[in-house]
């Protein structure tokens, strides 16, 4: 375990993040920590950027439009939003919603990797161009890899990271309607049906 990573332990409780300053101007604009939800033994867990206005409200990642976007996608491949993993790679909101720094994806990558090394899930799904470039390590062209896995070393193992648009791109481009959907049930395909997560697809009925 990296010192970061081990450094990180005395702020987090599990999977939750208890306390943070790492990054002042977040530390200014946030109301509230973000933390992961779902099942700590979920076999999917999506990862997103860093939470919006309303994430930051109500306490929990993906539950403005972009939320109700994924849970549609989920219900329609047999998932509920119980079943699964919900995180982002920052956990406080950047002010007036900007993309995070580097500096602040960096200080709180120890957190996410710590989550995921956690939960072991079957399959990573980075949703949108940030996060998948945080995770890969590399330029992202979203719109163009979306659908495509790679294995990739986070934290002490290895993970099978799926490429996603992000859902909001659903709601200004309607072409990238079935690239997400598409995306979400090649997900649902590789965490399995009715695994350590719980996750039950329609199908078991």
Same mark, same amino acid.
């Given at each position: 375990?990296?010192?970061?990573?081990?450094?990180?332990?005395?702020?987090?409780?599990?999977?939750?993040?208890?306390?943070?300053?790492?990054?002042?101007?977040?530390?200014d604009s946030r109301s509230r920590i973000v933390n992961g939800v779902g099942p700590?033994?979920?076999?999917?867990?999506?990862?997103?950027?860093?939470?919006?206005?309303?994430?930051?409200?109500?306490?929990?990642?993906?539950?403005?439009r972009s939320g109700d976007v994924l849970d549609e996608a989920l219900r329609d491949?047999?998932?509920?939003?119980?079943?699964?993993?919900?995180?982002?790679?920052?956990?406080?909101?950047?002010?007036?919603?900007?993309?995070?720094?580097?500096?602040?994806?960096?200080?709180?990558?120890?957190?996410?990797?710590? @989550?995921?090394? *956690? !939960?072991?899930?079957?399959?990573?799904?980075? +949703?949108?161009? &940030?996060?998948?470039?945080?995770? /890969?390590?590399?330029?992202?062209?979203?719109?163009?890899?979306?659908?495509?896995? @790679?294995?990739? *070393? !986070?934290?002490?193992?290895?993970?099978?990271? +799926?490429?996603? &648009?992000?859902?909001?791109?659903? /709601?200004?481009?309607?072409?990238?309607?079935?690239?997400?959907?598409?995306?979400?049930?090649?997900?649902?395909d590789l965490g399995g049906s009715g695994g350590s997560g719980g996750q039950a697809?329609?199908?078991?009925?």
């Amino acid at each position: 375990m990296n010192a970061a990573l081990s450094g990180s332990m005395e702020q987090m409780d599990g999977t939750t993040v208890t306390a943070c300053e790492r990054c002042p101007e977040l530390c200014d604009s946030r109301s509230r920590i973000v933390n992961g939800v779902g099942p700590e033994d979920a076999d999917i867990v999506f990862v997103g950027e860093a939470p919006g206005a309303t994430e930051d409200e109500r306490g929990e990642p993906f539950v403005g439009r972009s939320g109700d976007v994924l849970d549609e996608a989920l219900r329609d491949v047999g998932l509920a939003r119980a079943d699964v993993r919900i995180t982002n790679c920052v956990r406080c909101r950047p002010p007036e919603n900007r993309d995070p720094t580097d500096e602040e994806l960096n200080n709180c990558r120890p957190y996410l990797d710590r @989550e995921l090394e *956690r !939960i072991d899930p079957q399959i990573v799904v980075t +949703l949108g161009k &940030v996060p998948s470039e945080h995770v /890969l390590g590399r330029s992202v062209g979203i719109t163009s890899e979306a659908g495509r896995i @790679e294995d990739v *070393r !986070i934290g002490g193992r290895s993970h099978r990271v +799926l490429l996603s &648009v992000h859902p909001a791109a659903t /709601l200004y481009d309607r072409s990238q309607r079935d690239t997400f959907e598409e995306t979400i049930a090649t997900a649902a395909d590789l965490g399995g049906s009715g695994g350590s997560g719980g996750q039950a697809r329609l199908g078991d009925y």
